[in-house]
């Protein structure tokens, strides 16, 4: 079955930044695009950025120039690099791909902006 596992969240202070980490299986991740979602509390789960399997990538516009995303097919892993992190990138950040008409997603890992 599909599983997304996503790592490396925690706490950071404003300015600092983060990597975080999706490990796939079950799916053939060379040929899937692959997305990275957040949601703040209280607020709709976003889009935060997305990564074609021709390694076309899409921002949101609050995230452009600060994040990045990549992907090691070899791995079976996708990235967000988070630089330049602010209060309100707070949020639990979720991996997701679509199969097949069935949405996938990860658990979440949680990324707190704080002083």
């Known amino acids: 079955q599909v599983q997304l596992v996503e790592s490396g969240g925690g706490l950071v202070q404003p300015g600092g930044s983060l990597r975080l980490s999706c490990a796939a299986s079950?799916?053939?991740?060379?040929?899937?695009?692959m997305s990275w979602y957040r949601q703040a509390p209280g607020k709709q789960r976003e889009l935060v950025a997305g990564?074609?399997?021709?390694?076309?990538?899409n921002y949101a516009d609050s995230v452009k120039g600060r994040f990045t995303i990549s992907r090691d097919n070899a791995k079976n892993t996708v990235y967000l690099q988070m630089n330049s992190l602010k209060p309100e990138d707070t949020a639990v950040y979720y991996c997701?791909?679509?199969?097949?008409?069935?949405?996938?997603w990860g658990q979440g890992t949680q990324v707190t902006v704080s002083s």
């Open positions: 997701y791909v679509f199969r097949y008409s069935t949405d996938y």
């Open positions: 990564i074609t399997n021709s390694d076309t990538t």
């Open positions: 079950g799916i053939m991740f060379s040929i899937r695009g």
